[in-house]
């Protein structure tokens, strides 16, 4: 599972551990309050930039040559084995370490963010269009959508 945490936040726990001696040699976990997986994290993308992407899920062992290949081939960057790599990297979080919490600091949630971060990334046809409410959200959840350009 992938941890997110906002680079704000980060920030903010930062000054206070800068500010703060008693935090000194004290190791700290800052994550957010919930954990994802990397296809959760693509679906949350897909839904707030309005597009549906295609995702193939291809095994480590098959993903690292072709990135080989494609590195070598291409004069810009695709993706390289060492990023394959930390994909598949499990973060184990200790339980022993101090977080957020301890340092009077409540982390954001990844999906109240997602449409300040991404807005950028949409269609112009959806650009203008303000974030889908909860009810909206729950609305959509309801229906199956058959898309003619795929």
Do not use: C
């Amino acid at each position: 599972m992938l941890t997110h945490f906002q680079a704000i936040d980060v920030g903010s726990a930062l000054e206070v551990m800068l500010q703060d001696d008693s935090t000194a040699s004290q190791t700290y976990e800052l994550y957010g309050p919930k954990n994802y997986s990397t296809a959760e994290i693509a679906e949350l993308v897909d839904r707030e930039i309005v597009k549906r992407r295609r995702h193939i899920n291809l095994p480590k062992r098959i993903l690292k040559p072709i990135a080989n290949v494609l590195n070598k081939a291409l004069w810009w960057h695709t993706i390289s084995p060492d990023e394959i790599e930390r994909q598949f990297i499990d973060q184990k979080i200790d339980p022993k370490a101090k977080t957020f919490k301890d340092l009077g600091i409540e982390p954001a949630e990844l999906s109240s963010l997602t449409f300040h971060y991404l807005q950028g990334y949409r269609s112009s046809a959806f650009y203008d269009l303000p974030p889908a409410t909860e009810r909206e959200k729950r609305e959509e959840k309801k229906y199956l959508h058959v898309l003619d350009d795929q």
